[in-house]
C-alpha cells in the first residue's frame, strides 16, 4: 500500500519560531510537493521537488524554503513562523504527470 | 494568479441527486485534469482524470465531461450517496510540468 506519511498531525507554535514539517514517501518517487490549503483558496503550491538536492518555488514561496537530502523525504521549513502562516500543510508525490499521492496533512496553528 | 476556476465552492444535493461541478481553466497547454476528493481529516486521493483526446469519463458513478474549445471541464455524480460527501477538487497540469495545479475547491453535502 503506497504511503505518504506527515511527522504531524497536529502542531502549535509561537510566532518567530523556527517550525520544521517532515514528509517520507515509500514509493521511490522523483516528484515532491508541498501545499498549503485554506478554505475557499484550494490548494496552493509552496515548493516542489523533482530530485534529491533540487527545488523549485511554487506559487507562494514567500516564508518558506525546503530541504531534500534524500530522495524519499522532503522537510518544509518556516524560518520565522507567522500567524498568516497557521493553515493545513499537505505534502504530495509521484512520477511525472501521473496521481499524485498525498498524506494526511499537518494543521499547524502559529499563536 | 488562479489557472483552474472552480465552481460552485459549496453544493448540497439530496440522496440521489447529480451534483454537477465546473472547472475552467486558461492555460492551453494543460492535457491532464483530474479530480480529488478529499473527506475530513485525510489528504485528497485521485478519483477520476481526464485527457483532452476524449470528450467524456466514466468510472462507476463518477463522469467527468470535458468540452476542449471552452476550456472547461465538469465532475458529475450519478445517483449521489451521503457517503460521497467531501471536498472535491479539480485540477490540471501540463506537459512541461510536473506540478499540479488546483481548483479552490468544492464542499458536497449530499442528504441522507
Known amino acids: 500500500d503506497v504511503k505518504v506519511t506527515q511527522s504531524s498531525r497536529y502542531l502549535v507554535k509561537r510566532t518567530g519560531e523556527k517550525v520544521f514539517l517532515e514528509c517520507v514517501q515509500d514509493m521511490d518517487h522523483e516528484n515532491m510537493f508541498w501545499y498549503r490549503q485554506d478554505p475557499g483558496l484550494g490548494l496552493r503550491l509552496i515548493y516542489f521537488s523533482y530530485d534529491v538536492k533540487m527545488k523549485e518555488k511554487g506559487d507562494i514561496p514567500e516564508g518558506y524554503s525546503v530541504s531534500r537530502e534524500k530522495k524519499e523525504r522532503f522537510s518544509l521549513i518556516l524560518e520565522s513562523a507567522s500567524t498568516n502562516q497557521t493553515s493545513m500543510y499537505l505534502c504530495?508525490?509521484?512520477?511525472?504527470?501521473?496521481?499524485?499521492?498525498f498524506g494526511q496533512g499537518t494543521r499547524l496553528t502559529v499563536v | 494568479q488562479q489557472q483552474v476556476k472552480q465552481s460552485p465552492q459549496s453544493l448540497i444535493v439530496q440522496k440521489g441527486g447529480i451534483p454537477i461541478i465546473n472547472c475552467a481553466y486558461e492555460?492551453?497547454?494543460?492535457?491532464?485534469f483530474p479530480w480529488y476528493q478529499q473527506f475530513p481529516g485525510k489528504g485528497p486521493a485521485l478519483l477520476i482524470a481526464i485527457r483532452p483526446d476524449v470528450s467524456e469519463k466514466k468510472e462507476g458513478r463518477f463522469t467527468i465531461s470535458f468540452n476542449k474549445s471552452a476550456k472547461q471541464f465538469s465532475l458529475h455524480i450519478m445517483d449521489s450517496q451521503p457517503g460521497d460527501s467531501a471536498t472535491y477538487f479539480c485540477a490540471a497540469c501540463s506537459g512541461s510540468a510536473r506540478q499540479l495545479t488546483f481548483g479552490s475547491g468544492t464542499q458536497l453535502t449530499v442528504l441522507p
Open positions: 492555460n492551453t497547454a494543460f492535457d491532464y
Open positions: 504530495a508525490s509521484n512520477w511525472n504527470r501521473a496521481e499524485a499521492f
